[in-house]
């Protein structure tokens, strides 16, 4: 029997075959590329401790391959079909968005891997999101704009024979799965040409130009890929410097020494020609870069202060002026390892030291002891995930800003698993199975 490919060496051949595409369609991405590799490496030459630090949590390898990207599908069979196109990548469907709250007519899940072994290796993870095509007020558009989804499959029929192929033998040979990548891939490409007419397009843009995005192209276009920084900051300084307008703010906690969750900037839309039906031509708003820098999962009563601070803090249309405020108002939140332990805030990954694996240790030992003592150590676990702020804020200051809530935050995570077709993961049960599980490798209760 031929060897079968892993599902990590799969998805690391998909992030890699997405990436380039999106530089060829995107070129302003080659260029935050190479601007977030310059600042990544100025970063760790200028602070080694840090570098060893990720060196030593097995952190650094990933740190070049890292990305995110973001897709809108338009019907429950295209999110069904896309999470078994996911799980042959071993990506799943962790936590549920509701960003109708901001008012973005769609709710989400995040695809990613979800084991720590497949997170090192490649951390790709695709923000999915499904219209919620209730939220259009004008009946007969939303008839209208169901009955144009429901006219095109995004999947080409040599993808969903590959995935009904996985399924069946249980796996890829090397052949199969390369085919698979290119195969896939073409449900993310970007096409102008567009499926409807330039009157219907405008209708629809004009509920919102999100749900234009979704109904009116022949496949979910990847809207944005996003790498990883460690100085979210800097990259936001530089970029002008480098012809790329950066959005007014920074998304999400202030600067710290301990980065908590995630932090997010871009720069704006695309406007990119389209062709319609009726042969008139136009332009799409869409697409657009992001970069994100990640810090350590919070516990839930990690969240619930993150969450008020944040409330508390509100936003500004100036960053620097932001971020002094968001300072100031999160100077509540401890910002030293050991206080984010002690007080239960964020999660760790314990691993005996040398010292450790040649002493006894009772099963019931205080962690904080041994750490004291240079028997254990603890390492921030990495938050993988989204915040659903920071997720409807990127959305609304790359698609013109629209402020509208049409749903004032009514969530439908029953109606969106039952599209998905299986529950969705909970993060921070994840986060807290994963602190458990390494406690009980060092020998812990």
């Known amino acids: 029997m031929e060897t079968q490919v892993s599902a990590d060496s799969i998805r690391e051949a998909f992030s890699q075959a997405m990436s380039a595409m999106y530089q060829q369609e995107v070129p302003q991405y080659g260029t935050l590329m190479s601007l977030v590799t310059t600042?990544?490496?100025?970063?760790?030459?200028?602070?080694?401790?840090?570098?060893?630090r990720l060196r030593d949590a097995d952190e650094l390898a990933r740190l070049g391959v890292e990305r995110h990207g973001a897709i809108r599908v338009g019907t429950a069979a295209e999110l069904a079909m896309l999470r078994q196109v996911f799980a042959i990548m071993g990506m799943y469907p962790v936590g549920y968005y509701d960003l109708s709250q901001a008012g973005v007519p769609v709710h989400s899940t995040a695809f990613r891997p979800i084991e720590a072994s497949a997170l090192r290796r490649n951390p790709f993870r695709l923000f999915t999101s499904l219209l919620r095509l209730e939220l259009i007020d004008d009946a007969a558009l939303r008839e209208k704009a169901a009955a144009i989804l429901a006219e095109r499959d995004i999947f080409t029929p040599r993808c969903r024979a590959l995935v009904a192929l996985h399924q069946q033998q249980q796996g890829f040979n090397a052949a199969q799965a390369t085919e698979f990548v290119q195969e896939a891939l073409e449900t993310f490409r970007w096409h102008q040409q567009t499926t409807v007419d330039s009157a219907t397009y405008q209708a629809l843009h004009q509920q919102h130009r999100l749900i234009a995005d979704v109904v009116c192209f022949p496949g979910c276009h990847i809207n944005h890929l996003t790498p990883r920084t460690l100085d979210i900051d800097r990259v936001q300084s530089l970029m002008p410097q480098h012809g790329i307008t950066p959005k007014a703010i920074i998304e999400g906690p202030p600067r710290r020494n301990v980065p908590i969750l995630l932090r997010q900037t871009s720069f704006k839309a695309l406007d990119e020609p389209v062709h319609f039906r009726d042969s008139l031509s136009g332009t799409h708003t869409a697409r657009f870069g992001e970069i994100e820098q990640r810090g350590i999962a919070l516990t839930h009563k990690g969240r619930a202060l993150y969450d008020r601070l944040l409330a508390q803090a509100g936003s500004g249309t100036d960053n620097q002026q932001h971020q002094q405020h968001l300072s100031a108002v999160f100077a509540a939140f401890p910002?030293?390892?050991?206080?984010?332990?002690?007080?239960?805030?964020?999660?760790?990954?314990?691993?005996?030291?040398?010292?450790?694996?040649?002493?006894?240790?009772?099963?019931?030992?205080?962690?904080?002891?041994?750490?004291?003592?240079?028997?254990?150590?603890?390492?921030?676990?990495?938050?993988?995930?989204?915040?659903?702020?920071?997720?409807?804020?990127?959305?609304?200051?790359?698609?013109?800003?629209?402020?509208?809530?049409?749903?004032?935050?009514?969530?439908?995570?029953?109606?969106?698993?039952?599209?998905?077709?299986?529950?969705?993961?909970?993060?921070?049960?994840?986060?807290?199975?994963?602190?458990?599980?390494?406690?009980?490798r060092c020998g812990l209760a």
């Open 39 to 52: 600042v990544n490496q100025q970063v760790l030459h200028d602070d080694p401790s840090f570098e060893q």
């Open 335 to 440: 910002d030293d390892e050991t206080s984010l332990r002690r007080e239960k805030l964020a999660w760790f990954d314990y691993h005996l030291t040398e010292k450790g694996k040649a002493a006894f240790i009772a099963a019931d030992s205080d962690p904080e002891r041994l750490i004291e003592q240079g028997l254990l150590r603890a390492t921030p676990i990495i938050y993988e995930d989204f915040l659903p702020v920071s997720a409807a804020g990127i959305f609304q200051s790359n698609l013109g800003g629209e402020q509208t809530a049409r749903t004032q935050g009514q969530a439908s995570r029953a109606a969106f698993e039952a599209a998905l077709g299986t529950a969705v993961e909970d993060e921070i049960a994840l986060y807290a199975a994963r602190e458990k599980a390494s406690l009980a």
